[in-house]
């Protein structure tokens, strides 16, 4: 079993800024990348950010330029910096790892949600 578990989030301004992080553990053998999505109440979950533990990198397109996302290989820790944050950032959000696990099989997890709020 893996799990994830989420901290940072909050209330902000408009304009300002939120680190969120997101550890795994548990029967990880290796981490395939790891990344962040949003869901806003009456919409779909929306891709913000994910890593490859390549240091690879791709962002929503809301998001560019905005956010940042960084990873801790051997922490299995995965960060996304928020910067200049709108109201429509507001959402639950979520972060997710595609792992291979112990017993050597590829599976994709999900932690149970950070709520973002941004304020006019």
């Known amino acids: 079993q893996v799990q994830l578990v989420e901290s940072g989030g909050g209330l902000v301004q408009a304009g300002g800024s939120l680190r969120l992080s997101c550890a795994a553990s548990?029967?990880?053998?290796?981490?395939?990348?790891m990344g962040w999505y949003r869901q806003a109440p009456g919409k779909q979950r929306e891709l913000v950010a994910v890593?490859?533990?390549?240091?690879?990198?791709n962002y929503g397109d809301s998001v560019k330029g905005r956010f940042t996302i960084s990873g801790d290989n051997a922490k299995n820790t995965v960060y996304l910096q928020m910067n200049s944050l709108k109201p429509e950032d507001t959402a639950a959000y979520y972060c997710?790892?595609?792992?291979?696990?112990?017993?050597?099989?590829?599976?994709?997890?999900w932690g149970q949600g950070t709520q973002v709020t941004v304020s006019s």
């Open positions: 890593i490859t533990n390549g240091g690879r990198s």
């Open positions: 997710n790892a595609d792992v291979n696990t112990m017993m050597m099989r590829r599976n994709e997890y």
């Open positions: 548990g029967s990880i053998f290796s981490i395939n990348a």
